[in-house]
């Protein structure tokens, strides 16, 4: 037993917790005694006895479990234990639940992690759909109904579409550029671990006096500085899901600048690197953003400062401006990855090397540019400076454009190819092109300030969400999950399924969401407990499809947990694609490579003679080196 | 692909590690991590100053400072001339390192940590003697909130010395490139953190 | 690179043909459909017009994506058992262009309308010919003040009189909330701080519902207030029969609000 606390991980972690935990509750305590104020501060704001713990603790745990012990060795001098790679690989289940450095572990920790937050934030839409089924109130009152969509759409965002493509890019990412691994293997860790504490204190905060917070995903001051405890849970949660990804951010911008294997030039990285390339510029400049002002959040209603109390010199405004110019670029931190994951799949379903790929990387970089410049198109009616509008508008829409250049990049791919669509991955990825130009368009209606005016904060709005975010990234999700599954788990899964999953989720987002916008443009707001008598038809038609939308995703749990233990063993290279986390064995080898593969052409050279991306350990070396890549010649 | 299948099946780590990864940038990655750190420190400090644009000009309150507060200029001033020297003792460690100096080295260290805590410490002392608090006024919050934030940051940027002395007192470090980044790095995080004061000062204190 | 003459070889007209046909049906069944719900002020049709035009726009994007979509799907679909490869063409610049400047275009229009159609609806009328309404808002209720007649309280009712434009100057007492009546198409947040203006010409005689679109607590979604659209004599007549006066303590914001209001309701106006 004490040899087990004496050792990272999980005992440890607890102590660690227990014992931080501890320290700030007694610190608390203690100031607050000397300075002869109430033991207990309760007014709902406040609560610091709680709070203070609630940021120690997740620290004391990372402490306890291992994740700074070389950092600490090392900062002192000490002789920093010898690098015995024995965190690093998995060999048993096991190896899963402790603090391991293997880029392809903390791939799958991450994907497990955050689809099981998935289904709890999913369960918590079934919820909504069930009381908005028919106007009144069916199954809770509507205090509990604002947390309710408050802690779906934070799980879906802070901890399951954000991270999870984090993780899918984890795995595949250093295998496509020929590294050993990421550049900061602990930082990995850390990052990683990190996250469940958020999708803890997020969840958590139902526990708290007054119930989960409700002020809405955005949390608009001053509803929420005014909110009751469950809100500090949400301003800290957001802390570490930051950090987290801040930190991989980080992590993927040095591998990709410094680990890239010989010859592997910019333009011969394949999509998913540029897109991830892209991502990690958002997250880097733009998360910040929203760590500051939940901060500030956190500062007035803990420290009452007056950063949003309009009566004593704040500005309530300025709650909206700093935190859209980080939750704008989130909605494409949310995407990008995506458009990556979707090159990756069509043009290996299509055979054909994708159409325009220069045009494609450089249409990224366009969106990252842009989406620096679109964050007050989320404020048309938020009373800000209105000269700011027609501006915002304007680069708004341009936004159009950059996107338009992939979706009709992807199509031109399509066409002169072979086009499987045995692979429920590629399903997804044809799909996803429909329905996110859906989301997109509805997205530019917004962008329209005339438009917005009367949609805004409507189901119309709601409807724009769920296009973009389940129709869009979502469904990119499914397809990289499903197209990396073998190499992941080294085993098949069941396409039979898969397309029942596919179908079932295809016909269940449109038959949610797109009735939504028309009830949102007929005149139901968003965020309503209860709704006027003539929506009711419309959300029951709503309500049903979502349940079956739902059923839908319990079919493609059943199917990845049955493949992963039973399904049959998958080779190298099932889908016969170039890149080169496919020339490795499925599931790769424990360091990836013996030595490092040599690159010596473009990622989608399909049907090109005696074109090849890259020269594997042990492959003769036939092809020379260096040999002039096509790629992107027009 | 054979060789790749062969070395699968897990169990192999301890027959050999993890081939080197190719250098595919001049930068080192210690480097290039601790710039793109830097960049996002950047837009939080951006977050407040947005904060403080905002409190500032576009609430425009009929004076700032407002009455009858104000702010210690000159005691602040002295302040900044302490921290941007740091920037000079820091450049000089590091400069000895390289030349192989060891004990330049740790007089650099030394002074440049002695140099902040002074900072800090004057700091901590002002904010006892400022006359008002962070919950007087979205000015207060403003003040206590930039500087704070800052006054955080040089605390950072003290541990990554104190590691740093230590380990030069315990002889690490060594004119090589490579064998000197533990000093380098946090040279560079300190270099940011007073070219954030001078930011910082300028803005909330004179302008 | 034998690019450029492959895709001469696709039916560019015929699948064009398709697009707009496709367009023209999208746009027959959606157009006619009123979208928005009743339209009960000066800004509807016009914000409704631009909603249509942007119907028919967004109609030949989405028929464009499907028609490039289906026909590769009907066309290039790989035979059973067939494990070659595509043609390997790198792209087409021709086509590049073309679907990075058509968007362009499409977006600027769009961008241009969408400004002329918010200049139009923003458009007040000379100083002293609008009515002006101090409005309140607080968790989880609606009042209203008027001029003249030292400012008139309603509280949960809101009239104002046909065919007369309408300066709703807004307060928010608490936290944000939103100033909606769907038949009039305006909407505007209600801010702490701050007053926010919001500009109506009703000119449709009826009731309808004021809506609160900005969450603002667990009443939010019962945030509602009765609006009143009657011909001016009516509404005069409304506003003398109103026995309560604003509180004293928004007189001072009332006040302000409609400086540039005649005080008596009489004078300007249509
Ligand atoms: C993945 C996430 C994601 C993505 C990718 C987008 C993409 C876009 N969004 Fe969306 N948005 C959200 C997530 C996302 N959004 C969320 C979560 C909210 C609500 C926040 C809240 O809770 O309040 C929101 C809200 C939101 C608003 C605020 C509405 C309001 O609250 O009043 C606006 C307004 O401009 C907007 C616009 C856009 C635009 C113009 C795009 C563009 O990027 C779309 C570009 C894509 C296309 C246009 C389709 C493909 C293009 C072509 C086929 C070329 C030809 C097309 C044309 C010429 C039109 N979004
Ligand atoms: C990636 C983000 C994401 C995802 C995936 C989803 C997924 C879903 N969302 Fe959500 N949603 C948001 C992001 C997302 N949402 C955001 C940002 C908001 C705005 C919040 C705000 O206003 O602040 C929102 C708000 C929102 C609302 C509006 C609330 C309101 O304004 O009053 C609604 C209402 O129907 C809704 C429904 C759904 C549904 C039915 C799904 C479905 O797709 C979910 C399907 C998945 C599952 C169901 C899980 C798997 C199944 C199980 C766990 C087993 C149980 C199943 C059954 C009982 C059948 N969402
Ligand atoms: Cu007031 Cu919602
Ligand atoms: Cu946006």
């Not at chain 1, 745990?61 to 090392?74: I, K, P, V």
């Amino acid at each position: 037993m004490v040899a087990a606390l004496k050792r990272p991980g999980w005992w440890r972690g607890l102590l660690g917790a227990v014992a931080f935990g501890a320290f700030g509750f007694g610190l608390v305590i203690a100031l607050r005694a000397i300075s002869d104020l109430p033991i207990y501060q309760t007014e709902q704001t406040g609560y610091p006895h709680i709070v203070v713990p609630a940021v120690l603790a997740p620290l004391g745990f990372l402490a306890g479990f291992g994740c700074f012990d070389y950092w600490l060795r090392w900062a002192v001098g000490a002789p920093t234990i010898p690098e015995d790679h024995s965190q690093h690989g998995a060999t048993s289940w096991k190896d899963y639940f402790r603090f391991n450095t293997d880029h392809k572990v903390i791939g799958i920790q991450y994907v497990v992690t955050t689809f099981f937050f998935f289904f709890v934030g999913g369960l918590l839409a079934m919820l909504i759909r069930a009381e908005l089924a028919q106007p009144g109130a069916q199954i809770v009152e509507a205090s509990t109904f604002n947390g309710l969509f408050s802690t779906h759409a934070v799980l879906m965002i802070f901890v399951f579409v954000i991270p999870v493509f984090a993780g899918l890019a984890n795995y595949v990412l250093p295998l496509m550029i020929g590294a050993p691994d990421m550049a900061f293997p602990r930082l990995n860790a850390l990052s990683f671990w990190m996250l469940p504490l958020a999708g803890i204190l997020f969840i958590a905060s139902y526990l708290a006096p007054g119930g989960a917070f409700d002020a809405g995903w955005t949390g608009y001051a001053p509803l929420s500085t005014g909110a009751p405890l469950g809100q500090s849970f949400f301003n800290l949660g957001v802390q570490f899901a930051g950090a987290s990804s801040i930190a991989t951010a980080l992590n993927f911008l040095v591998t990709i600048i410094t680990m890239r294997a010989p010859g592997m030039t910019f333009w011969r990285m394949p999509l998913l690197v540029w897109a991830n390339l892209s991502t990690s510029l958002l997250v880097v400049a733009a998360t910040p953003f929203i760590a500051g002002v939940q901060f500030m959040v956190l500062f007035d209603r803990a420290l009452h400062t007056n950063f949003f109390d309009a009566a004593a010199g704040g500005d309530v405004v300025s709650y909206q401006h700093i935190f859209w110019f980080y939750s704008h670029p989130a909605v494409y931190i949310m995407m990008l990855p995506g458009f990556g994951i979707i090159s990756e799949v069509i043009s290996t379903h299509a055979r054909k090397p994708i159409f325009g790929y220069r045009l494609m990387a450089l249409a990224l970089i366009g969106i990252v540019v842009l989406s620096y410049s679109v964050w007050a198109h989320h404020m048309f009616v938020a009373g800000m400076f209105s000269w700011l509008r027609v501006p915002m508008m304007i680069t708004t829409l341009l936004i159009a454009v950059p996107t338009g250049i992939k979706i009709f990049s992807w199509l031109g791919t399509l066409y002169f190819g072979k086009i499987h669509t045995y692979s429920t991955a590629m399903l997804f990825a044809l799909a996803f092109i429909v329905t996110f130009t859906i989301g997109g368009i509805s997205g530019v209606m917004l962008g329209m300030v005339p438009i917005d005016i009367h949609v805004s904060d409507t189901y119309f709005i709601v409807a724009h969400i769920h296009f973009v975010l389940f129709g869009g990234s979502v469904f990119t999700i499914f397809a990289g999950v499903y197209h990396w599954f073998p190499k992941m788990t080294g085993r098949m899964y069941d396409e039979k399924l898969g397309r029942v999953h596919f179908w079932g989720t295809l016909v269940g987002t449109w038959g949610t969401f797109v009735p939504m916008h028309w009830v949102g443009m007929d005149g139901m707001p968003r965020r309503v407990a209860d709704y006027a008598e003539q929506f009711g038809n419309w959300n029951l038609l709503i309500s049903v499809f979502a349940f079956m939308l739902g059923a839908a995703q319990l079919v493609f749990l059943y199917n990845m947990i049955v493949s992963w233990r039973f399904g049959p063993k998958a080779e190298g290279n099932p889908w016969r694609a170039n890149s080169i986390e496919w020339q490795v064995s499925s599931p790769p080898p424990i360091f990836n490579f013996d030595e490092i593969p040599r690159v010596v052409g473009g990622p989608y050279e399909f049907g090109v003679p005696g074109a090849k991306h890259a020269i594997m350990p042990g492959e003769g070396a036939e092809v020379p080196a260096g040999e002039k890549s096509v790629v992107g010649s027009t | 692909m054979e060789s790749a299948t062969v070395a699968a099946g897990h169990g192999h780590a301890d027959h050999h590690g993890p081939p080197e990864a190719h250098e595919s940038s001049r930068m080192d990655r210690q480097t290039l991590g601790i710039l793109l750190f830097i960049v996002s420190e950047v837009m939080l400090f951006g977050a407040f100053f947005a904060s403080y644009f905002f409190l500032r000009v576009v609430v425009d309150p009929p004076s700032w400072p407002p009455e009858p507060y104000e702010l210690p200029v000159a005691v602040a001033g002295i302040n900044t001339a302490i921290l941007v020297s740091s920037s000079f003792t820091i450049h000089y460690a590091l400069e000895s390192v390289r030349r192989g100096n060891h004990a330049g080295l740790k007089l650099g260290l030394v002074a440049t940590w002695l140099l902040g805590a002074t900072f800090l410490f004057i700091q901590v002392n002002e904010y006892a003697h400022i006359g008002f608090s962070a919950r007087d006024l979205g000015f207060g919050s403003i003040f206590y909130s930039l500087t704070g934030l800052h006054g955080a940051h040089v605390f950072v940027g003290l541990m990554l010395l104190t590691f740093a002395t230590i380990r030069a007192f315990r002889g690490h470090f060594g004119p090589a490139a490579k064998d000197h980044l533990g000093v380098e790095v946090p040279g560079i995080y300190w270099h940011f953190v007073d070219i954030m004061w001078i930011i910082v000062y300028v803005t909330v204190y004179i302008l | 690179m034998p690019a450029a003459p492959m895709y001469g070889r696709l039916p560019i007209v015929k699948m064009l043909l398709v697009t707009v046909a496709l367009t023209a049906v999208i746009s027959a069944v959606m157009v006619p459909i009123n979208w928005d719900g009743q339209q009960a002020s000066t800004a509807a049709p016009k914000i409704d017009h631009l909603l249509n035009v942007m119907i028919v726009l967004s109609a030949f994007v989405f028929s464009l994506v499907m028609v490039m979509l289906f026909y590769a799907l009907w066309k290039f679909k790989a035979k059973p058992g067939d494990e070659s490869d595509g043609e390997p063409i790198h792209g087409n610049t021709r086509l590049e262009i073309a679907w990075t400047l058509i968007p362009t275009v499409i977006v600027l229009f769009a961008g241009g309308y969408s400004w002329k159609v918010l200049d139009d609806i923003e458009e007040p009328v000379p100083e002293g010919q609008q009515l002006t309404v101090a409005v309140f808002s607080q968790q989880f209720a609606w009042s209203f003040a008027y001029p003249g007649k030292n400012y008139a309280w309603s509280e949960g009712e809101l009239h104002v009189p046909v065919d007369r434009q309408v300066h709703f100057k807004m307060h928010a007492l608490d936290v944000i909330h939103s100033f909606w009546v769907p038949e009039w198409r305006i909407k505007k947040d209600n801010v702490p701080g701050i007053t926010t203006t919001a500009i109506v010409t009703p000119d449709r005689v009826g009731t309808y519902q004021l809506v609160c679109t900005e969450l603002c607590g667990f009443g939010h979604s019962t945030m509602r207030a009765k609006v009143v659209v009657e011909p001016r004599d009516e509404f005069e007549e409304w506003v003398e029969g109103l026995d309560q006066e604003a509180p004293e303590a928004l007189m001072e914001a009332v006040e302000l609000d409609s400086a540039t209001n005649p005080p008596a309701l009489g004078a300007g106006g249509a």
